[in-house]
């Protein structure tokens, strides 16, 4: 075999090393099956400030501020023993904290919504970006009237497919 086939063939070898390598690392990222364990814990903003207990993780530590009237969630995330990820609803300035906790290559995405006056109203649906940070964080800063009942949903899809779990209903927190 002559020097330039030998060196065609291996240059085209490592080109579709090369290309195999890149297109592997393209594909969707799996969603999580079995879905991680989700809870939820609800604070009446009446009696905050609020942190400790039930508040602690790992992260950052949630603080719910005074609001009258309003009511409080943090949802946590965790998959095989690791906290993949939190969600908060904050009634005083309407925010809500959208962290991914664990760089797995896999998301999550929240749905929010709230009701006001007899009409339910779409916010959108909302993900931490995807980054090698250790935490990726997304705040949100919604206009939503005093007393609405905020439905908050949790899905491993963004086509809000595969619910996790959810504060929604009875359930819901309160702006």
Same mark, same amino acid.
Not at 5 to 28: C, M, S
Not at 84 to 93: I, L, Q, S
């Given at each position: ?6 060196? +065609? ?5 490592? $080109? ?11 594909? #969707? ?6 879905? #991680? ?11 905050? #400030? ?5 508040? +602690? =993780? ?6 719910? &501020? ?6 409080? *969630? /943090?949802?946590?995330? *965790?998959? =095989?023993?690791?906290?993949?990820? /939190? !969600? ?9 904290? !959208? ?8 998301? %999550?995405? $929240?749905? $929010? ?12 649906? %909302?993900? &931490? ?12 800063? %919604?206009?939503? #009237?005093?007393?609405?009942? !905020? ?25």
């Amino acid at each position: 075999m002559s020097i330039s086939r030998r060196l +065609t063939g291996l240059l085209a070898g490592a $080109v579709l090393t090369v290309a195999a390598a890149l297109f592997g690392t393209a594909a #969707p990222a799996q969603a999580y099956s079995p879905n #991680p364990t989700f809870h939820a814990y609800y604070y009446d903003t009446d009696n905050c #400030p609020c942190s400790g207990g039930n508040l +602690t =993780d790992p992260f950052d530590n949630t603080y719910f &501020a005074n609001d009258a009237g309003g009511l409080a *969630v /943090k949802m946590e995330l *965790v998959d =095989d023993g690791w906290f993949v990820g /939190k !969600v908060e609803f904050h009634p005083y300035d309407e925010k809500l904290w !959208v962290y991914d906790t664990k760089n797995d290559g896999d998301t %999550f995405y $929240v749905a $929010v919504g709230y009701t006001s006056g007899g009409t339910y109203h779409d916010l959108g649906t %909302f993900n &931490a970006p995807g980054t090698s940070e250790t935490v990726d964080l997304t705040v949100l800063n %919604f206009d939503i #009237p005093d007393g609405a009942y !905020v439905d908050i949903s949790v899905y491993d899809e963004a086509d809000r497919s595969d619910l996790i779990g959810a504060a929604r209903g009875t359930g819901a927190a309160i702006a």
